[in-house]
């Protein structure tokens, strides 16, 4: 009898690539499989997945409120539902799955996408950081099955909590470089193309870049994602005047996202050293700007440091100053020989850092469970 595994999640579906990619790789291994999330105002529609989704419209979109009316519904959906199998996606996520799990004793699997208690938004909240550490440190030594991004991150939960976490890194899916359709191409003359993809929010080195765009003319600095700090970086760009060298166009749904990265000349990755969540990251978009074969630019920190070194495919950020970042812009922008070198050696950490290497060990996971 096929196997029901439902996946929760706390943002709404529409960009997850990581939750995706799972998703379809239970599926491929025979398992039946239903996708929790929520649903926004402004929500894409889903419907066009290959399993089941649900999402669940929320009074409250954020706060203390918000995670307990989740977790509360959250809880009541998988006590209700089929499951044979629970995967809890994140910290946010895992309270619900965990009472559901010894409620209807039926297993439960744990998918940390990051260090949670170490991103920069609880650090200066420890009341908030608190009740989070509380609830990692009752649940995961009692977890059996789970994995993380990193080595690092799979190290600090190894070490402090004594659960046997494996490494399943956030790598997309195999894939030449992007045909671009005609109205996916963007238009900025002559210009050079910085791309940043992913939320626009705190510690993503955003507000540097943006600064450092005043020193370069023959540039386009693109951002792709909505976040926090939106309003914040586009009120910034106007202040300095580089509105006109600074293009926010918003999420882009994951299966159209490969089109602009292509276009890009340098792909960003530049988070800040605020805390072990920034200092572990090996985020996804890295991977993504790799699969499309664009060099890329990642912070001084030790996993990014580690691809970008190992394939030689890009540059190193000396420090998250304006003037630094901008001449490094310009190196890797107008240096041909270093770009050359990058290109080639993207085809082969490209062939390498892809899910059709990775997913094996995924399915080690859940092979034991079938």
Not at 96 to 111: E, G
Not at 119 to 135: G, M
Not at 312 to 331: C, S, T
Request: glycine share 4%; net charge positive; with cysteine.
């Amino acid at each position: 009898m096929t196997k029901q595994i439902y996946i929760s999640v706390i943002n709404d579906l529409v960009t997850d690539n990581r939750v995706h990619k799972v998703a379809m790789s239970l599926q491929e291994m025979g398992f039946q499989v239903t996708l929790i999330g929520r649903k926004l105002t402004h929500s894409q529609s889903v419907d066009n997945r290959p399993y089941s989704t649900q999402r669940m419209s929320l009074i409250f979109t954020k706060g203390p409120f918000f995670y307990i009316e989740f977790n509360i519904r959250l809880l009541l959906l998988l006590l209700f539902s089929k499951a044979d199998i629970f995967l809890s996606n994140d910290l946010d996520t895992l309270l619900a799955n965990y009472i559901a799990s010894r409620l209807k004793s039926k297993p439960l699997v744990y998918d940390s996408h990051e260090y949670f208690t170490e991103v920069p938004e609880l650090i200066d909240r420890p009341k908030t950081r608190h009740i989070w550490i509380k609830i990692e440190e009752n649940i995961l030594p009692k977890i059996k099955h789970a994995y993380t991004v990193c080595e690092s991150i799979a190290d600090a939960y190894r070490n402090k909590y004594g659960t046997a976490f494996k490494v399943v890194r956030n790598l997309p899916l195999r894939s030449n470089k992007a045909e671009i359709p005609e109205d996916r191409k963007l238009d900025f003359g002559t210009k050079k193309i910085i791309l940043y993809q992913g939320t626009l929010n705190m510690g993503r080195g955003l507000e540097c870049a943006i600064e450092a765009m005043q020193q370069l003319d023959t540039t386009q600095l693109v951002l792709a994602g909505e976040g926090d700090l939106t309003n914040e970086l586009k009120t910034l760009a106007s202040k300095l005047h580089v509105q006109d060298k600074v293009s926010f166009i918003g999420r882009i749904p994951l299966e159209e996202m490969k089109y602009i990265t292509a276009q890009a000349d340098l792909g960003l990755s530049i988070e800040e050293d605020l805390g072990l969540n920034y200092r572990f990251a090996l985020p996804n978009k890295l991977f993504d700007y790799i699969q499309q074969e664009v060099p890329v630019m990642v912070s001084n920190l030790p996993e990014m440091k580690r691809i970008v070194e190992q394939y030689k495919i890009g540059i190193i950020l000396k420090k998250h100053d304006p003037q630094i970042m901008a001449r490094q812009f310009e190196l890797a922008l107008t240096d041909k020989k270093l770009h050359e070198n990058w290109k080639n050696n993207l085809l082969k950490a490209a062939s390498e850092l892809c899910w059709e290497n990775e997913k094996s060990i995924l399915q080690k996971v859940f092979e034991k469970l079938k």
